[in-house]
């Protein structure tokens, strides 16, 4: 039980690796047995080949080539057998070990073929060449045609075949020793030929080392970089000779004129073929067409003569042959890489952050010396004749790096996504990204904050059951938060029907009050979309007040050890409260602080003096009415909404204090009324802010009792003298309204001054609001 504990903590503490490393090894695989990188690889392979030390070029070995000055100086092609005859025989008479002939002389061509037939019979050191068009694979070179040898040498051993494997990308990097045929006859390859013929000069050889050299390893097909090759007959790849001189040329007419050595070609292989352009006898190779590389292409005698370099150099000069890893060693490797990369990438997913540039450069540096360890690797390897997985292993370092990095990047995704349950996405950033994020404690900074809350919400919910309470919260708070989110604002905690918004923390920004403003408007003009919502669910509707208060705070991860929480702490968070509590429904206020923030873009009704519990000092906030800018948001004006009432209606009040009504009843009357509030009359100074309770009765044309409650109200507008209307004395009776809905009449009163004010309705009674609506439609 220990160790399957203990096991199943190393496979979470190493999770990414153990995650990463499979899957990509296994898609690499995948990948390279299906072929797919094999292009890759095999571009590669030839780019390493140009990357190795030159070597010194092979002096076993003399190529007369037929070059564009020799077709001119002899005005014809193909030469005719008399010239090829003397060719050939001031070529012998220099008494090479090998003479390998790669010019087609199945037919007669112009005169002198009988000299020439004599002279193949008498030099068996002779080898001519033969391609055989039924035994080209469909990757084989080069042309469909036969190639048959001379007459006289077609049934002896002095003929090999010049047939080269082609891959798909047009270059040889493969040799054939020897072919078979559908008739089950085997011909050797005109390289093999050559060197056979050198080999037995050599003496010192024993013949178990020359058979072991003509007889490497086939090369199977899935080896090295190939999937699924045609590898048929005996092949190998050839380790090509990357010389600043390559081979030594001589040209064909400097050997018919004797300006060459007399000693030039003895003991040598002298291989004689094409290297015109135009006899377009040139083949792409890996030394050929790429960085490093200063030649186009290479002449097939030249590519046979690197044939017969590959062959001697490994049997005489231990030269090693290009050799590859079995499957499962190519696996391992692969796997080895994709570690590596993976491990690289895990273990900085908790590297400190402080030094930036310091951890960014540890972290280059790494990277570069990993790939720089598997390219150098690789090259190193084949300059000793092994072809190691280099696309393989690149892929599988990179791609193990990559998934361990996508596996961090969902799981923060995820947590972030968790959290943000409980979080802003601000903060679980900072939680996440930052070294700090989790630690306690804090920093002061300058934040603005909005406090916003349902007003006459705690009565509604005394009458409704909890489930229906929560109901309107989820509609309230879902759409409260998308408001917020909007204008980027972190929501620090829900306080039952009030939110607590920080602007500035954890990220400042220079437009924390302004965006703080924008977010309260839009929330103010999204609670229509709520009351709606709430219709539709058969709920009552609600109205918010918000208060926005700019200052210094701390802000940071508050609590213990065991449980914490990011929130800030000072004494404009009680003063934030404190405003929000002067509030109406559909009402900003904002301080003073936020105010000299914003007042170029904002538009007010006003602003009052406050004294607010904890503050030492009156101060001033500000009704927010419009904000300008790129935010361009305007609430509508409550005032706009005030209809004109046909008859005053008489009203009775009492002011509430700290939630205490006063036992001091006063008589007033409203004159204009709208669902939100209405302007009353009255003789009576209420300060602004105060709280109302509004005493209201309605009659009938018969003067029955038709409607009586009350509504309470909070003082928004100051009082002012009415000079307009002075009431001499008001007879009592029934006033008529148009609606035919009779007032409590107006006792006789003498003349005064009124003082009117707007008030704005805090709870409005059910019955009462449709009446209300009755009356302003």
Known sequence: ?????????????????????????????????????????????????????????????????????????????????????????????????????????????????????????????????????????????????????????????????INLPVDADGRIRRGLLALRSPDGKTTLSFGLQLTSLYLDGEKTVALEQIDQALNPPRLRENDGGYSHADVGGHQFVINYRRSLKGFRFVRMADVLEDKISPYLLRDRVVMIGTTAVSLRDLFFTPLDNGIGSTRLQTSGIEVHAQIVSHLLSSTLDGRPRIQTWDEYWEWLWIFGWAMAGSTLIWQWRNVSTKQKIWVLVE???????????????????????????????????????????????????????????????????????????????????????????????????????????????????GTMTEAIATYQGTIDEFIGDAILVLFGAPIHSEDDAARAVASAIAMQLAMQSVNEQLMQMELPEIAMGIGINTGEVVAGNIGSQSRAKYGVVGNHVNLTARIESYTVGGQILISENTYKEVQEIVKTNGSIEVEPKGVSQPIFIYDICEIEGIYNLKLPSISDSLRVLPMPIPITYRILEEKHLGAEIFEGELRRLSPYGAEIFSEQEVPVLTNLKLHLKVYDQNQQLEIEDEIYAKVLKPQQPHQAMLLDQVMSENLILENKLTIAAIPKQRSRHIKQTYVHFTTVPSNLKAWIKSVTL
Request: proline share 6%; charged share 20%; aromatic share 8%.
């Open 1 to 161: 039980m220990a160790i399957a504990t203990q096991l199943k903590n190393i496979l979470w503490k190493w999770r990414g690796i153990a995650i990463a490393a499979p899957t990509i090894s296994l898609v690499v695989i995948g990948l390279r047995l299906i072929g797919a990188l094999e292009p890759l690889e095999l571009g590669l392979l030839d780019q390493f080949f140009r990357w190795r030390s030159p070597e010194p070029e092979d002096n076993r070995i003399v190529i007369i080539g037929i070059d564009e000055a020799d077709v001119r100086q002899y005005k014809k092609w193909p030469i005719d057998d008399a010239l090829l005859t003397k060719l050939l025989d001031k070529v012998r008479q220099q008494k090479p070990r090998a003479i390998g002939l790669d010019l087609a002389r199945d037919l007669p061509v112009g005169e002198g073929y009988s000299e020439l037939e004599k002279l193949f019979k008498t030099t068996p050191n002779l080898i001519v060449a033969t391609r055989k068009a039924d035994l080209v694979a469909t990757n084989f070179a080069i042309s469909s045609s036969n190639i048959n040898p001379p007459p006289a040498l077609a049934d002896t051993d002095q003929v090999g075949a």
């Open 363 to 477: 972290r280059s540096l790494s990277v570069v010396l990993l790939a720089g360890g598997l390219v150098s690797s690789c090259l190193i390897a084949l300059s000793y004749g092994w072809w190691l997985p280099f696309v393989p292993a690149t892929i599988a370092f990179f791609g193990g790096g990559a998934i361990v990095t996508g596996y961090l990047a969902i799981t923060a995704a995820q947590i972030r996504t968790y959290f943000s349950r409980y979080l802003t996405d601000a903060v679980v950033k900072s939680l996440l990204e930052t070294p700090e994020g989790l630690k306690l404690g804090g920093d002061r900074r300058k934040v603005t904050l909005l406090m916003c809350d349902l007003r006459g919400f705690s009565t509604i919910s005394e009458k409704m059951p909890p489930e229906k309470v929560v109901e309107i919260l989820n509609v309230f708070l």
